[in-house]
Structures are given as structure tokens and as C-alpha cells.
């Protein structure tokens, strides 16, 4: 499993409030990402780091912030939650797959905005 | 616009068929493709990568690889009700492989 956890698994919350979602590495990779994922559209990357305090954003970033103050976390802010932002998040960090490296995500948070 | 595209699916096959999930990619500069196999409710999970022309066979799946055509394949032999998962297919950006590129996914139903 990549040594990856996701905080909380699973949040019901509302529109206009704010979230944020936690994603935990034990094994010191230096990129991690965040990626959402809705019916028909496949995952979509939000943003991603490769390194503390270094992020860039991906194809889907408006809504969402990100922090990395240590190696092992991750964090993603709603700032005002909106029934758009209602989908399944994943986090991953790039890891060894032979030659090269690829991804390997975390079990994900679904999270709904009533 | 750099884009993976999937077989849409859904993909029905009995059990014991051979499943042939296939995938496109239009970024030419993509070396390493990666599939993915992913249960309802779960996480992706990283099944097969190539990233030479040709075939790679691991137990069942075969994963075919043509850059001259863009193209991805995964086969499945003597596929079983647990192989029923969506396939996501991804490429690398420009040989890049800090990211990739998702396809939308194809989803297979293996029936008993």
C-alpha cells in the first residue's frame, strides 16, 4: 500500500464551510500528489508537490489549496466547500516500478458537500 | 491538450475469455505507460507498466506497446470474476514520469 494513508475516509459537510483533507507518506518520497475522481470524468490532478513547501497546481486547482510543511504530509484545502467539490479524493506519491517511477495512491476520501 | 483516451466500455466477457482493453495516447513524447486496476469502492492499483515497444507478459495480463500508432493494450487470459474492475490506462508527460495522464477507464465485467 505505499505506506500512504488518507485522513478522514469519509466527510459529510457544507456548502461554504471549510476542509481539509490529510494525506500521510511514511517513506520519505519527495512527490505526492492530489488527484480527485467523479463518474466521467476520470482522475483529475488538483495539485502536487515535489518537495516541502514546493507545490504546483494541476488541471483542476480552482477551490483548492495545498500545504507540505514535513516530507510525510500532504494537505488539501476546500476554503469554502461548494456540492461541486462532492467527489472521491485520492492521494498518491511517486514511487520505484522497476526503470522508472510511477504512482501509487492512498485508499481516498470520499467527501460530500450538502 | 495531451490526452490518454480508453475503449469506453463496458466490457462483458465470460469466463476463461481473453479480455483486450485498449488505449490511445496523443502526446508523442509519452515513454512509460502504466495500467491500472481498480475495484468498485478502492484505490488504483498499479498492474502492469511498459515502456518499450512490444509485449511484456506478466502471469495473465500482457500489456502491447506500439509508440509508432500511440497505442496501449492489456490482455487478459483466462479471465476470472475477480479481474471485474475498471482499467485505467495513464502515460507519462513528454517522458516526464513525475506526471501522468489518466484515461477515463474501461470497465470489464468477467461473468462467471
Known amino acids: 500500500d505505499a505506506g500512504i494513508t488518507q485522513s478522514p475516509r469519509h466527510k459529510v459537510t457544507e456548502t461554504g464551510t471549510p476542509v481539509t483533507l490529510r494525506c500521510h507518506q511514511t517513506?520519505?518520497?519527495?512527490?505526492m500528489y492530489w488527484y480527485r475522481q467523479d463518474p466521467g470524468h476520470g482522475l483529475r490532478l488538483i495539485h502536487y508537490s515535489y518537495g516541502v513547501k514546493d507545490t504546483d497546481k494541476g488541471e483542476v486547482s480552482d477551490g483548492y489549496s495545498v500545504s507540505r510543511s514535513k516530507t510525510e504530509d500532504f494537505l488539501l484545502t476546500l476554503e469554502s466547500a461548494t456540492s461541486s467539490q462532492t467527489s472521491v479524493y485520492f492521494c498518491a506519491i511517486l514511487g520505484s516500478s522497476g526503470p522508472t517511477d510511477t504512482q501509487y495512491f492512498g485508499p481516498g476520501t470520499r467527501l460530500t458537500v450538502l | 491538450q495531451k490526452e490518454v483516451e480508453q475503449n469506453s466500455g463496458p466490457l462483458s466477457v465470460p469466463e476463461g475469455a481473453i479480455a483486450s482493453l485498449n488505449c490511445t495516447y496523443s502526446?508523442?513524447?509519452?515513454?512509460?505507460f502504466f495500467w491500472y486496476r481498480q475495484y468498485s469502492g478502492k484505490s488504483p492499483e498499479l498492474i502492469m507498466s511498459?515502456?518499450?515497444?512490444g509485449d511484456k507478459e506478466d502471469g495473465r495480463f500482457t500489456a502491447q506497446l506500439n509508440k509508432a500508432s500511440q497505442y496501449v493494450s492489456l490482455l487478459i487470459r483466462d479471465s476470472q470474476p475477480s479481474d471485474s474492475a475498471t482499467y485505467l490506462c495513464?502515460?507519462?508527460?513528454?517522458?516526464?514520469?513525475?506526471?501522468?495522464?489518466f484515461g477515463k477507464g474501461t470497465l470489464l465485467t468477467v461473468n462467471p
Open positions: 517513506e520519505n518520497h519527495r512527490y
Open positions: 495513464a502515460g507519462d508527460s513528454g517522458g516526464s514520469n513525475y506526471k501522468l495522464t
Open positions: 502526446d508523442r513524447g509519452s515513454q512509460s
Open positions: 511498459i515502456y518499450s515497444n
